[in-house]
């Protein structure tokens, strides 16, 4: 069985930094791409970033560029979203997700976690 | 980067009924577009790829159609459970952007 768990959110003052987690399981983690897509409360969803199999290819919104960084370690089938210089427009439920066909960099989320909270506050 | 507009934004409808959502991308993304469905409180759920074939496991009331700039989620005859919030996905790799439509949020009349 797939299994996605996001961990590392919480409460965080402007400007600080954050690391969220994903421990992926029940599927071949470096045979996929990954994702983080997040969602502000009652907003829609919003796609992140995203890191293919082998982290040759990233790619990043543009709300989130040059503050956020993805990352993976296929050997502890984990993705990682490094978040520097937060703002409040970043209080969000994040999501990890898994790209359905084996190698491709994008495509269709077959999988999700169940997310994990940030709130960006004083 | 190109941007995808949904509409309408919320509907209404009846048990029964069939029931259309257009997603429209600012510039052409040839087939490159998923459809998925998230109830309150729940992980969003893929319902269609490749803008027309059907997700493993989802009803055959769902369809999908189109390509280019212009789809269409189709759901034939509404039921209960459908009550939910809509999405569209656009996903093409060069350059990595995956770009949500705004939602559509459907309820029963």
């Known amino acids: 069985e797939v299994q996605l768990v996001e961990s590392g959110g919480g409460l965080v003052q402007p400007g600080r930094s954050l690391r969220l987690s994903c421990a992926a399981s029940?599927?071949?983690?470096?045979?996929?791409?990954m994702h983080w897509v997040r969602q502000a409360p009652g907003k829609g969803l919003e796609w992140v970033s995203g890191?293919?199999?082998?982290?040759?290819?990233?790619g990043y919104a543009d709300s989130v560029k040059g503050r956020f960084t993805i990352s993976r370690d296929n050997a502890k089938n984990s993705l990682y979203l490094q978040m520097n210089s937060l703002r409040a427009e970043d209080t969000a439920l994040y999501y990890c997700?898994?790209?359905?066909?084996?190698?491709?960099?994008?495509?269709?989320?077959?999988?999700w976690g169940q997310g994990t909270l940030v709130t960006v506050s004083s | 980067d190109i941007q995808m507009t949904q509409s309408p934004s919320s509907l209404s409808a009846s048990v029964g009924d069939r029931v259309t959502i257009t997603c429209r991308a600012s510039?052409?993304?040839?087939?490159?577009l998923a459809w998925y469905q998230q109830k309150p409180g729940k992980v969003p759920k893929l319902l269609i790829y490749?803008?027309?074939t059907l997700q493993s496991g989802v009803p055959s009331r769902f369809s999908g159609s189109g390509s280019g700039t212009d789809f269409t989620l189709t759901i034939s005859s509404l039921q209960p459970e459908d009550v939910a919030t809509y999405y569209c996905?656009?996903?093409?790799?060069?350059?990595?952007?995956?770009?949500f439509g705004g939602g559509t949020k459907v309820e029963i009349k």
């Open positions: 890191i293919s199999w082998n982290s040759g290819s990233i």
């Open positions: 996905q656009k996903y093409n790799s060069a350059p990595l952007s995956l770009t």
């Open positions: 510039q052409g993304i040839s087939n490159y």
């Open positions: 029940g599927f071949t983690f470096d045979d996929y791409a």
């Open positions: 997700a898994k790209v359905s066909s084996v190698i491709a960099v994008a495509g269709q989320f077959d999988y």
């Open positions: 490749a803008a027309s």
